[in-house]
């Protein structure tokens, strides 16, 4: 990982979604990644073993969970409809597991992903306005991925470099001692 001081995310169809939103609540629909589902046949394939395996004991629907964000990197809704299917459990179950535990991601992961820490040193230093500034230039909110899958942002703990507060990463560079002026800066290099 290299450090810097300073300047230095189911096939999401039309109709799926629509009639998704007729069924479930919006704050539901919020938190929906709207990049579409790239999915492989192997990969659910894959999926569709782990829930045979499972689909006869309902308490192993965390172990389906964490088996499904292996598989695909996050749990779009596709896969937790798949999920819910198979399992014979309500979405909304599927759902409210993944948004409860802090280990299950709705969206991708960005070929770009920016991570700004919102840890103590950080945070007295100025991280969440940093935070805000980036989702305001990429039009996302923190653990979302924009829709050409080109940027995904979110917000972590103390990496340790609190030395360096505010931090930030992206892939695995490390920025430190960052301003809110500096971050077009750094985001321009990764768009070219
Ligand atoms: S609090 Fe941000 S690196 Fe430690």
Redesign the pocket.
């Known amino acids: 990982m290299r450090i810097r001081e300073s300047c230095a995310p189911v096939c999401t169809s039309g109709a799926a979604r629509a009639a998704f939103a007729k069924e479930e609540s919006q704050e539901m629909l919020k938190k929906i990644s709207t990049v579409p589902f790239r999915g492989t046949p192997e990969q659910e394939k894959r999926l569709q073993a782990v829930i045979a395996a499972c689909k006869d004991d309902k308490s192993q629907l965390m172990h389906v969970m964490q088996e499904a964000q292996e598989i695909y990197g996050y749990l779009p809704y596709e896969v937790q409809v798949m999920i819910a299917e198979g399992m014979d459990v309500p979405l909304e179950k599927v759902y409210g597991v993944s948004t409860f535990y802090a280990q299950f991601s709705l969206s991708p992961k960005g070929e770009t992903n920016i991570s700004v820490?919102?840890?103590?040193?950080?945070?007295v230093k100025g991280?969440q306005q940093i935070l805000d500034k980036l989702s305001e230039l990429l039009g996302i909110g923190a653990g979302e991925c924009t829709e050409d899958g080109a940027f995904s942002l979110e917000a972590c703990?103390?990496?340790?470099?609190?030395g360096?507060?505010?931090?930030m990463t992206v892939n695995d560079e490390v920025y430190g001692k960052i301003t809110e002026d500096d971050v077009a800066g750094i985001l321009a290099k990764y768009r070219a």
Not at 157 to 162: K, L, M, P, Q
């Open positions: 820490c919102l840890g103590t040193a950080c945070y991280s703990r103390c990496i340790g470099a609190c360096l507060a505010p931090v």
